[in-house]
Each structure stands twice: as structure tokens, then as C-alpha cells.
């Protein structure tokens, strides 16, 4: 089977052996293609509403550039590959030229997703595609059924998180060819594991974006950014924009076969058009895919929007599956290592209390106001939503990675601690997210890092001790050089996973307990999720770190927790009612009356 995705921009293999080039250039007065292979510029005609296009002999494999003005050659903006930097030539991909083995499959339903994020570069000692591909059998045995994979929108340099990309319709060179990651797709569907990508449809990179040169139209001045300047979502001229990325998220699930998508940041596209692109976005994507097979698309949005998850009478998504539930992690850390800073001091009064409304309810800010963020309101109520639209984790690429030494969660809590924090996350109806290494206790830290050119270099290093400057631990400059320099080689390969710290026998440990918990949540509450009746479920919080929460099922029967995260025993004011299904201690007695300090015990009544 062959895939591809038809798109109104970029460089289109025909199947008369031509190739069509087309550039959307508003603010420039003539472009041509320059192709290298024949060290000749052709014209391209300008067409209407500032676009350009020529169509000419060439080939797959041929590199070209877009010349503008006779003064500046630019990569394309909807290059499939480059072959050296993101500044220099693109490539002719003809996407009919690889050959999909996976035509049997459709994917998995969301209730069964345990997902595993994973950056490629890092993730084994290769960096590559195909070193990831050679531990899909290592993934699907621990119990993963979707891989999620960090940004693959090409970036400046040879080493970056994804998130400063520039190209993002073109795989990283460094990691691999278009092919490569079809192969790794491909190979991930066979084991039947789903492969899920994250995108960034928020702001460009910092460096290697040149849209600005002949297409300013991309950006406005009414919005803002963290990063940068905001995408024009909503200022004249946004239809072409709002088709740029649309077409990108149908590019990644058509011609790459993804199973879904993860869009980072959604809190920061500004758009006050109607329809929002959040919603164009996702009912474009439905209603290509329709009941095709499933797609699933996840969200992260520090605004804790309900109204993306909303439901139909088959509770299937009128748009966006999910969302990361920034909440329950904030919780858990907070009780795991009894830190206060930044965001987490909105955790601190009543983390039991937090974390039963999480797993009860989805946010633990439904509305109410968020010290944090000087007493705006934060959040809409979610009670009504199925438990399955909030993904729970203990660990990503953020948590660990936006701590300036990036120590993992192994390295600031105690073992036991853990252990009953990820039985709660594991065997929750919510789906769960693992970050690389995490399943084996991997110690190694995961750093920020990126290769930006000597200023920009210097302005990012600077900039990044300086954000930690506030922290007490950070406030002298001997401690804020201790931070490490995202741009040092030295800085990726430090958070390279150490597979060879894989066999000693604390981390066999670590991999046990993760594997025999993702049994128990297959075996036993995997086909129970859809019977979990939303806005039923109850929680009754125990003390100031222990909560007993109970999911109702459809047709009777309920699934419940019990989980003690403080150091002291505390009182069960109500037995539960079902049989034991896992426990973080050494036994159940079935006359309790104490909860015992750092655990969590599960029970089903069917």
C-alpha cells in the first residue's frame, strides 16, 4: 500500500514524471526554483492572492531552493527532507515510493492506551529512528500500546527538544530519512502498538524561519507568545495560515500513518476568529478520517478547557480525545517531594483534597482561582467528563526537563513514595504516560539542550540561568554555573538513557513493578473503563495526604482505591467494597481500620 497527502504548497511528484513547485509569497515581486542537480533557476509564474508555481522535469532525491527576489534562497516551507541544515536545500520526497506492509491496521480504541513518550535523539545509544524501532518488542512486553514521539519538526543544529522547529513538515536528518520513520511506524503497527506525534502549532523556532522574508503575513502583532511572534490565526490573510497547519496535521496521520497527534501548548494560539483553529483543526481531521480507523487527538492546555472534550451521545469526541492533566502531576509532586515553588504552591493547602477531585473529577481547578496566576479563575468544571479524556503522569519531558539539573523523580522522592503514587497513576481508569526510562527508575537526568549559533547560543545559556536565578538554591552565580549549558554536547549526551545501568538489579526491580501493575491495568481494568459512568464517581479524603475514591459501573459493581501517601498511618473511615486487586504492600488484611503509610490498594466489585 502506498500513502500520500495532497497539499496545495511544496514540491508535488506527478505521475507524468514532472514536478510541481508552489510557494505562497504575498510580499515578494518574483520567485524561481533553483535545482541543484541541473544548477538552473526556473521562473514560477505568479498566480492569484500571492502565490507562485512552476512545473518541471525533475525527480526524487533532487535538491532545491527558492530564490526570492533574485537576492535570497530559502528553503520550503513545506519541505519533506533536508538534506544538510533547515538554512540550506530541500529535497523532492515522492512519498508513493515507499511501500506500506500495514494495511490491516486501524488502530486501538483510546480506553486502551498506556502511552510512553519518548525524544528519538536520546531515547537510544543510536539517536535515530531505527535505534528507537529495535526496542519496539522491549516496549509492547512492558505493557505499552502507544508510543508518543517528541517533536519532528526539523531544528536548527544537530540536537534540540523539537519544540524549536522551523520546518514541520520535514523529519529531522539527524534522526533519520522520511523513510526511516515510515519503518518505524510501520514496524510499531505490526507489534500493535499506536505511534503518536507532538506538534507545535504555537510559535516557529528562533532560528531558520523565513517566512518573515516573503510571507510576514504568517504572523500578527495583536498576540504574543513566550517564544515569539504569534502565528496569524485571525488577522487578514489567515485562511492560507490556518491551511498550513491543517494540512500538517493531515500530512502526519495520512502520508505517516500516525495514530494521533499532540498538540503542545494550545494555551498560547491566540485566535478570537470563529471558528477557533482548535475547532477547524479537529473537525477537519474527523471528518476526513470519519470511521476510517481511530485517531486520537490529545491536547495540552494550561487553561484546563472543558469544552474541547465535550462528548456525543456514544461518547465519542466531537473533537479533541484528550487532554495532560497538568493538575494530578502537580498534586503527586507536591506530595512526593514537598516542593512549593512556581505552580506547585497552588497544591499546598489541601493535596489530598486535589488529588481526589483529579481522580474523581478530571481538574483540580475547575474555575476557582489560581494564586499562581495572581487569582485569575483557572479551569471549567469537569466532573461530566469520562475519566478517559485526562491523561496522568508522574514524569515528562517538561517535569523533568524544565528542572534546571534534570533530575527525575527517583532522584527527590522516596522509592516507596513512588511506587504507590505510579499505582495509582497505572491503574486509574485515566489513561497513563510513561517518559522514557522512567519504567526502570533510569537515574540519568534529561536536560534542556538545543545547537543555536554563538549569540543565540549565549542569549539561551544566559537566559536559562537567569530564570533559575529566583530559585533559592540558584541565587549565586556559583550555583547558577552549575546549570548546564544547553548548548554544550556535553548537555545531550548526559540525557542519553544508559541502557547498560539497565541490568543492575535495582532497576530489574523498577521494571518488574511496572510490568506486573501495566498486567494487572490490561488484565483487569482495561475492560472495565467503558463501564465507569461519568460524574458518578466519589472521593473521601482521609487526611491531609490520603484519599478513598470510588467509580461507579453501568451495570452495578465499582472500582476503588484506596492510597496513603504520607508517612504516618491514617484512619478508613468506610471498608471497600470488592476484591482485592493489587496492593503496593506485602499483604491485604481485610480488617483494616488504618491505612498504612505509602500505599495503594485496589479493589473491583464487577
Excluded at 505562497?24 to 541541473?38: C, D, H, T
Excluded at 543544529?157 to 523539537?162: A, I, Q, T, V
Excluded at 522520511?178 to 532560528?207: Q, R
Excluded at 523498577?510 to 466519589?538: D, H, S
Amino acid at each position: 500500500m502506498k500513502r500520500k497527502h495532497e497539499m496545495p504548497f511544496g514540491a508535488e511528484c506527478r505521475q507524468d514524471g514532472t514536478v510541481r513547485f508552489r510557494l505562497w509569497a504575498p510580499k515578494a515581486a518574483s520567485i524561481a526554483v533553483r535545482l541543484s542537480e541541473l544548477e538552473r533557476d526556473f521562473p514560477m509564474s505568479a498566480l492569484q492572492d500571492g502565490w507562485f508555481e512552476v512545473v518541471t522535469e525533475s525527480r526524487a532525491g533532487t535538491q532545491y531552493q527558492f530564490k526570492i527576489d533574485n537576492q535570497h534562497s530559502v528553503p520550503d516551507p513545506a519541505s519533506r527532507f533536508q538534506t544538510s541544515t533547515v538554512h540550506g536545500a530541500s529535497e523532492i520526497v515522492d512519498p508513493l515510493a515507499y511501500e506500506w506492509r500495514d494495511t490491516e491496521w486501524n488502530g486501538r480504541p483510546w480506553e486502551e492506551a498506556v502511552i510512553y513518550e519518548l525524544h528519538v535523539g536520546t531515547f537510544s545509544r543510536e539517536g535515530t529512528f531505527a535505534g528507537a524501532e529495535a526496542k519496539l518488542d522491549y516496549l509492547s512486553e512492558l505493557g505499552i500500546t502507544a508510543v508518543e514521539l517528541m517533536p519532528l519538526s526539523s531544528f536548527p543544529g544537530e540536537r534540540n527538544w523539537g519544540y524549536d522547529g522551523v520546518l514541520p513538515y520535514a523529519p529531522p536528518r539527524c534522526y533519520g530519512r522520511p523513510e526511516d520513520l515510515k519503518h518505524f511506524i510501520d514496524a510499531a503497527h505490526a507489534k500493535n502498538l499506536m505511534v503518536f506525534l507532538d506538534v507545535v502549532y504555537n510559535h516557529f523556532g528562533p532560528d531558520g524561519n523565513y517566512l518573515w522574508l516573503y510571507a510576514p503575513q504568517f504572523f500578527t502583532n495583536r498576540h504574543r507568545t513566550p517564544w515569539g511572534q504569534a502565528i496569524n490565526f485571525d488577522d487578514p490573510d489567515n485562511r492560507i495560515v490556518r491551511d498550513y497547519f491543517i494540512h500538517n496535521s493531515l500530512y502526519w496521520l495520512e502520508e505517516y500513518h500516525f495514530d494521533g497527534l499532540r498538540f503542545d501548548a494550545v494555551h498560547a494560539i491566540a485566535d478570537d476568529s470563529r471558528p477557533h483553529i482548535l475547532a477547524e483543526l479537529a473537525e477537519t481531521i474527523r471528518s476526513k478520517f470519519a470511521n476510517e480507523r481511530h485517531i486520537h487527538l490529545i491536547l495540552e492546555n494550561d487553561d484546563n478547557a472543558v469544552r474541547y472534550l465535550r462528548r456525543d451521545a456514544e461518547d465519542n469526541p466531537f473533537w479533541y480525545t484528550a487532554q495532560w492533566n497538568d493538575d494530578i502531576h502537580h498534586v503527586l509532586h507536591v506530595l512526593l517531594t514537598g516542593e512549593t515553588d512556581g505552580y506547585y504552591s497552588d497544591y499546598t493547602d489541601n493535596p489530598a483534597q486535589s488529588l481526589g477531585r483529579c481522580l474523581g473529577e478530571g481538574y483540580a481547578y475547575q474555575g476557582e482561582p489560581s494564586a499562581f496566576r495572581d487569582g485569575a479563575s483557572r479551569g471549567e468544571p469537569s466532573r461530566e467528563l469520562p475519566a478517559t479524556c485526562f491523561v496522568s503522569f508522574l514524569q515528562n519531558h517538561d517535569q523533568i526537563g524544565n528542572r534546571a539539573l534534570g533530575e527525575r523523580i527517583v532522584s527527590l522522592s522516596n522509592p516507596a513514595a513512588v511506587r504507590a503514587a505510579m499505582a495509582i497513576l497505572l491503574l486509574a481508569p485515566s489513561p497513563p504516560l510513561l517518559f522514557m526510562g522512567e519504567e526502570f527508575g533510569a537515574e540519568t537526568p534529561f536536560l534542556f539542550f538545543c545547537d543555536f549559533a554563538s549569540e543565540l547560543a549565549d542569549k539561551v545559556r544566559d537566559g536559562r540561568r537567569a530564570e533559575f536565578a529566583r530559585f533559592k538554591q540558584f541565587r549565586s552565580p556559583e550555583a547558577q554555573a552549575r546549570i548546564p549549558d544547553p548548548n554544550d554536547p556535553g548537555t545531550f549526551l548526559a540525557s542519553k538513557l544508559d541502557w547498560v545501568s539497565f541490568e543492575q538489579q535495582h532497576h530489574c526491580e523498577w521494571l518488574q513493578f511496572y510490568r506486573e501493575v501495566l498486567t494487572c491495568r490490561r488484565e483487569k481494568i482495561m475492560p472495565q473503563i467503558q463501564n465507569i459512568v461519568p460524574g458518578l464517581a466519589q472521593y473521601d479524603v482521609l487526611g491531609s495526604r490520603a484519599v478513598h475514591v470510588r467509580w461507579g459501573l453501568a451495570k452495578g459493581g465499582s472500582l476503588e482505591l484506596i492510597t496513603n501517601l504520607g508517612q504516618d498511618s491514617t484512619v478508613l473511615r468506610n471498608k471497600p467494597d470488592g476484591k482485592l486487586l493489587y496492593t503496593t504492600g506485602a499483604s491485604y488484611i481485610p480488617t483494616w481500620e488504618q491505612v498504612p503509610p505509602l500505599s495503594s490498594v485496589w479493589f473491583l466489585k464487577a
